[in-house]
């Protein structure tokens, strides 16, 4: 069994940059595919990104193309979110993501391992 610990979450305002940072440890090999997920208050959990552990295939919700970067370091078997120009919308519990499988589904469902999440809030 993987376990996903992320951090780096916090309080900034609208403009501001953030990194999270999730890191796996326990059954990591292979690691296939990793991603982030949000969720707000009241809202159901949506896709932000997801990256294959080997090669270049990386997708990017829409709301967060062109702000956010997802990278990796496969040496820390750690997983990055840059946020940048953050807004108020994007204020969610952030939560990190791991499959066994090279697909690159953008459902919650097609990812059986999860973090705990890390709050990150956005004042206007």
């Known amino acids: 069994q993987v376990q996903l610990v992320e951090s780096g979450g916090g309080l900034v305002q609208a403009g501001d940059s953030l990194r999270l940072s999730c890191a796996a440890s326990?059954?990591?090999?292979?690691?296939?595919?990793m991603g982030w997920f949000r969720q707000a208050p009241e809202k159901e959990r949506e896709f932000v990104a997801a990256m294959r552990w080997i090669g270049d295939s990386i997708l990017y919700a829409d709301s967060v193309k062109g702000r956010f970067t997802i990278s990796r370091d496969n040496a820390r078997n750690t997983l990055y979110l840059q946020m940048n120009n953050l807004l108020p919308e994007d204020t969610a519990v952030y939560y990190c993501?791991?499959?066994?499988?090279?697909?690159?589904?953008?459902?919650?469902?097609?990812?059986?391992?999860w973090g705990q999440g890390t709050q990150v809030s956005v004042s206007s």
């Open positions: 993501a791991q499959r066994r499988n090279l697909l690159l589904p953008t459902s919650p469902g097609g990812y059986p391992y």
């Open positions: 326990g059954d990591i090999a292979p690691l296939y595919v």
